[in-house]
């Protein structure tokens, strides 16, 4: 049974080189982790959490620039050990914070399915069994035998998303970089993208896109300032975070596959006759 229990956890970054001249006038942030007023300033990152995901659980995580997202998603990769608190991860994770991470321009694309695949936690045996059905997902024909770089950045996308929707993950992290991907190609990909997400045992997910937070989660993390402002079902969550009803720009089609109607808006104008 994979697990993650997380407990008073903080991360901060001190930062030894920054420039301690003010400001002329000090300027409102809006975004970002706190930072303390010291010689060597740190970046409180994320603040006393308190976590515990469990097998099947399906989680968005929402929040402004700088909330702590994807410090909270390398502290549940085990990417970052918590500077104060603890972090017990249960199962094998694969983390995907970056789809071109682990492909080497000067191999062929063939060859970085491989080794993509090593990386992710997949063995060379159940890689080399894959590999024709990743290849043939891609649609990249004869290129697949060229070198990396000579391939285009949405080629090289095709690539990484077939790779990465064809392993077996326990814990699946993963980071919004999916929304780079052209729209009629993430159209042909969403099917495996929940597939992969329905056959792993947990998905943690960092996005600003509406449409994927309905399509991959059921429950919704919203941080603020490295903090746990919010968890509780997805569209309550991400409605108070967004201010609106999540439902509300939702294609209704969307609405069709997630099967779901979208709720009676709620009209404040007295009923005219
Ligand atoms: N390696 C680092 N060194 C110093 N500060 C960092 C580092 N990584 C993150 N931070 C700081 O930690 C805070 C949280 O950043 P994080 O990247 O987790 O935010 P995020 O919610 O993922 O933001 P975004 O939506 O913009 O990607 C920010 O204030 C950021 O400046």
Known sequence: MVSIDVQGASVDFPIFDAKNRSLKKSVLGRAGGRITDAKVPVVEALRDIDLHLQQGDRVGLVGHNGAGKSTLLRLLAGIYEPTRGRARIRGRVAPVFDLAVGMDPEISGLENILIRGLFLGMSRKEMERRVDEIAEFTELGDYLRMPLRTYSTGMRVRLALGVVTSID?????????????????????????????????????????????????????????????????????????????????????????????????????????
């Open 169 to 273: 993950p326990e814990i699946l992290i993963l980071d919004e970089g999916i929304g780079a991907v052209d729209a009629a190609f993430l159209e042909k990909a969403r099917d495996r993208l929940r597939d992969l997400v329905d056959r792993s045992g947990m998905l943690v997910f960092a996005s600003h896109s509406d449409e994927f937070l309905v399509e991959l989660c059921d429950t919704a993390i919203w941080m603020d300032t490295g903090e746990i402002k919010e968890q509780g079902p997805l569209r309550e969550v991400v409605s108070h975070y967004k201010g609106r009803d999540l439902f509300e720009t939702l294609s209704p089609e969307t609405l069709k596959r997630i099967g779901r109607e979208r709720a009676p808006v709620v009209d404040d104008e007295p009923a005219r006759s």
